[in-house]
């Protein structure tokens, strides 16, 4: 389909003024919301891949992210109730002390794009506020843990156990700029990705 | 008995030579911890010293004696509450274990680019500004007017206090004289990334709207340059940068419309003798050729990055410094850390202009073992002495090579020149005006500082 093979294009270029017109354009062409939600999410995966192999950077990867969103806005009302694609939702944050959250942002993204529905704690968040926050949203399959200065590494670590030892069953994924494969394994994290495009990977792999 | 003046002497002629291209005695060492990990060293509570610097007197001699360094390893610089309470900023919040916290504040919309470009003082004045400190509010102006005076007085108070505790150290111990010929600024970009745009929002302008962006940039360089512009102007005054965005950046999009005003700011500087130093957040790999047109003996101080390929590229020019990694004084034995010393040094002495320094700053005393950091200096002071002093090397700084570059004046309402004031008062003697002209400049200091 010409239309949707445009959508991706838009995604990719990160035009969030035209991406709009031209979503609703293919809904009108009879093309199912799902596939094109599809599309959109196909294409920030390889606008994930490009900015892990360093070929974009993070202004390249905003807009994608934006005009995705936009796009978004056109296929919510269409798509409403149709749960039956979503992985779980994922809850997401920057721990306490922690005021960083562009990163956190784009993993959202990713994350999103790669299929959960996701609760945005936003930044400073207490250890237990993650927790509490599981316990009021459904179907919550995974909780997502950023911090990016040394100093809040402990705070990470207060997190991630506060978390499991409330709920142990409930999967944990950490990141950020300090934290490495090491380090996430020895405070008792499930996953770890060092980039926004491979933490939708690691998100889907760690529910299946 | 030791005679510090002669210790004292010796290490400032060692960052001399470094900065004459004269290979020094041996390689200096620059290590300097703040107000966090030195209050946490001494064990007296940070929150109480913020308010209080006087009460780092004991803890930064504490450091001293500890720490080898060339370069005073206490820095009292700090983020006063002092300043920032009165004035309600909300970019710079001191938590309640006593940390200055740094919340993200956007100081300008974009929609305002068009105000900055036509006038760049005012839009900081009456647009950012009140966005990062409440106190500065228009529907209060008695108000505003009290914050504002305390916030300025409760600075050069706490300024002076942490200046006091420095001299009185550095002439103790007999640290490299230190003076007024130092400056600190941000690149014309990086400014209005930080303050006004957020890192968001300036990532979005470089798509949206970036010859906005460019115009911007010309719009705030004559107030960054007076930014940075040191008090004094002597033979070896500079402008400390650190570098924020490139590497958040596409090539294409730093070469058009990052580091065209930047190297003109710095070649600026150069024909008037100052010279530049920048901190390379990140990893500068990429950017290492464009490093090369900084004015000679730029100092370059890296975070990450290959220092052989840096020194190859590099060495002959300028001034290397960093990349010594902190987390290996953390993680690593003291053999560890020391071997890795030597390696540096073995890569980077050779042939002067390498100044040593961590890859950054240590926040929190928990970031870095005391024993490591104390034997890797140790090591340096012994292990990197030259067998070639007095010999000279590579470039050498002349301001004769550069040339000053035209930009628009600050012309605004809210800073008033040498020849407004002359024509207003013309009954004023020039020693007067000149004495007023003073003030008005340290009146734009202490804004342009709100905004760092
Ligand atoms: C922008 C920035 C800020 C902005 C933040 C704005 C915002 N809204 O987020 C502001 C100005 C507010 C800020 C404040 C401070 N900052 Co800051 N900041 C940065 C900077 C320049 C970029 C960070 C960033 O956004 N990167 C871009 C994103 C895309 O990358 P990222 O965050 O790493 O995220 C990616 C991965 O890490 C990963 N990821 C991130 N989170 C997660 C989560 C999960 C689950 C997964 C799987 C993956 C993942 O995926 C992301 C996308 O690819 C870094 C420098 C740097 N090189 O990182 C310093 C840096 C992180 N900051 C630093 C410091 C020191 C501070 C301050 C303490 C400064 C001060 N003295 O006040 C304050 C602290 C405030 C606080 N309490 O948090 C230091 C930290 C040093 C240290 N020892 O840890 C750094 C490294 C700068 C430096 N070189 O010194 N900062």
Redesign the interface.
């Given at each position: 389909m010409l239309k949707i093979q445009e959508v991706k294009t838009l995604v990719e270029t990160?035009k969030a003024k035209k991406i709009q017109a031209i979503v609703q354009e293919a809904l009108d062409a009879g093309c199912p919301a799902q596939e094109i939600l599809n599309a959109m999410i196909d294409s920030m995966g390889v606008v994930g891949d490009k900015f892990s192999a360093g070929e974009?950077?993070?202004?390249?990867m905003?807009?994608a992210a934006?005009s995705m969103a936009k796009g978004v806005e056109i296929l919510k009302p269409v798509m409403s109730g149709d749960t039956s694609s979503s992985l779980g939702t994922c809850i997401i944050g920057t721990v306490a002390?922690d005021?960083h959250d562009?990163g956190k942002?784009l993993v959202s993204m990713m994350i999103e794009s790669a299929g959960f529905d996701l609760v945005d704690l936003g930044v400073d968040v207490p250890a237990q506020r993650f927790v509490d926050a599981v316990n009021e949203n459904k179907n919550v399959v995974l909780v997502a843990c950023s911090g990016l200065?040394?100093?809040t590494m402990p705070a990470l670590k207060e997190a991630v156990q506060t978390i499991k030892a409330a709920l142990p069953e409930m999967k944990v994924i950490v990141g950020g700029a300090p934290v490495t494969p090491d380090y996430a394994a020895e405070i008792g994290a499930d996953g770890y990705a060092p980039d926004a495009g491979s933490a939708g990977v690691k998100a889907k792999e760690l529910v299946n | 008995m030791v005679d510090i003046k002669k210790i004292q002497a010796e290490r400032t002629k060692l960052f001399d030579d470094v900065n004459d291209s004269i290979i020094p005695k041996r390689v200096p060492v620059n290590i300097f911890l703040g107000i966090e990990p030195t209050a946490q060293y001494a064990g007296i509570d940070l929150a109480e010293a913020q308010w209080n610097p006087g009460m780092l007197e004991d803890a930064g001699d504490k450091i001293c004696q500890t720490v080898f360094s060339d370069s005073i390893p206490f820095m009292p610089y700090m983020r006063s509450p002092a300043l920032y309470t009165p004035l309600k900023a909300q970019s710079f919040v001191m938590g309640s274990n006593g940390f200055m916290q740094h919340p993200e504040v956007m100081g300008m919309e974009a929609d305002e680019y068009d105000y900055l470009i036509e006038k760049p003082y005012d839009c900081l004045i009456e647009k950012v500004i009140p966005r990062h400190y409440k106190a500065v509010n228009s529907q209060e102006p008695f108000n505003t007017m009290l914050s504002f005076a305390k916030g300025l007085l409760g600075k050069n108070d706490s300024l002076m206090a942490g200046a006091g505790i420095m001299m009185k150290l550095v002439a103790k111990y007999g640290y490299r004289q230190m003076g007024l010929n130092g400056g600190g600024a941000e690149a014309p970009f990086d400014f209005i990334a930080d303050q006004l745009r957020g890192f968001t929002g300036i990532s979005m302008d470089i798509r949206r709207c970036p010859e906005k962006l460019q115009d911007a940039c010309e719009a705030v360089y004559p107030i960054v340059k007076k930014m940075g512009t040191p008090l004094i102007v002597d033979d070896y005054s500079s402008v400390m940068y650190p570098l924020h965005m490139p590497t958040f950046m596409r090539e294409k999009d730093f070469a058009k419309y990052w580091w065209p005003s930047f190297l003109k700011l710095c070649e600026d500087h150069a024909s008037a003798g100052i010279r530049t130093s920048v901190f390379c957040e990140d990893n500068w790999m990429r950017y290492l050729d464009y490093l090369q047109d900084l004015p000679s003996n730029t100092q370059l101080t890296f975070e990450y990055g290959d220092p052989k390929i840096i020194k190859e590229k590099l060495g002959n020019k300028h001034i290397i410094s960093g990349l010594y990694p902190i987390s290996y004084l953390k993680n690593k034995s003291k053999q560890e850390c020391i071997d890795l010393a030597k390696e540096y040094i073995d890569i980077l002495a050779p042939g002067g202009k390498y100044i040593f320094a961590l890859d950054k700053v240590p926040l929190v005393l928990d970031d870095f073992n005391m024993e490591n950091l104390c034997a890797v200096t140790e090591t340096v002071r012994d292990y990197g002495v030259y067998s070639n002093p007095g010999e000279q090397v590579g470039t050498v700084f002349k301001k004769e090579d550069y040339q000053a570059q035209s930009c628009r004046s600050i012309d605004s309402k809210y800073y008033q020149s040498f020849e407004q004031r002359q024509l207003e008062n013309p009954k004023a003697s020039g020693t007067e005006l000149q004495k007023l002209q003073q003030l008005e400049e340290q009146l734009f200091a202490f804004v342009a500082n709100l905004l760092m």
């Open positions: 990160g974009i950077f993070v202004p390249e905003l807009i934006k002390g005021l562009i942002n200065l040394t100093t | -």
